[in-house]
């Protein structure tokens, strides 16, 4: 096989610790993942070609660029933002090809059984026989309490030319185990993509 994806998950400490690690292969990838790069490599970033459907259950042609300026496939979610990106939750229904949206997100905030998120990073390097897709986010617990996180998962944002800022799930993974987040500490997620040459 020329490429491996896996998830990596850590925990640290407030003084950036590290407390737990966990590496495990994705088993995760959704039909909205291989509808979008057929989409994509279909032709124009106007053609609609395929329906996907966004976090909210509905089904949306796409690709459809609204302009040169706006995102048509972005993980970069900023910090806050829960819509895209990588995505934590605590839901445990098993994975379906079917699946877009997480069983049970966890929102973002101070506030009981929610998380502090920071920005979704994007990387690439490249070794002598192999390159890098790296897609990482932290989210911090000051909640007060414990929280939970068995459920990890990637969306992406499309600004449609008619329905402004859309969002679609191409990845969720159940946690083996599920992680136990107390509160001062922080969780991070990572999708490592490796190509071999």
């Not at 070609?49 to 690709?63: A, F, H, Q, S």
């Not at 973002?108 to 390097?125: K, M, N, P, R, V």
Request: proline share 2%; net charge negative.
């Amino acid at each position: 096989m020329n490429v491996r994806v896996w998830l990596e998950v850590e925990l640290t400490n407030k003084r950036n610790e590290l407390l737990f690690r966990n590496k495990q292969p994705i088993r995760s990838f959704l039909y909205n993942w291989t509808k979008a790069l057929y989409g994509l490599a279909y032709g124009a970033c106007t053609t609609r070609v395929v329906e996907l459907v966004d976090t909210d259950g509905i089904l949306r042609k796409y690709p459809s660029l609204y302009s040169q300026s706006y995102p048509v496939f972005s993980f970069r979610a900023g910090a806050g933002n829960t819509n895209y990106g990588i995505l934590f939750g605590n839901g445990t229904k098993s994975v379906e090809l079917s699946d877009y949206c997480l069983d049970s997100k966890i929102g973002h905030g101070t506030s009981a059984g929610q998380l502090s998120y920071q920005d979704t990073i994007l990387e690439h390097s490249s070794a002598s026989d192999r390159s890098y897709l790296i897609v990482s986010r932290s989210a911090d617990n000051v909640s007060g309490g414990d929280i939970t996180v068995s459920e990890v998962g990637l969306a992406f944002n499309e600004r449609d030319a008619d329905a402004g800022s859309l969002f679609f799930l191409i990845l969720r993974d159940i946690l083996d185990p599920a992680m136990t987040v107390a509160n001062t500490q922080t969780i991070t997620a990572r999708y490592v993509f490796e190509f071999l040459l």
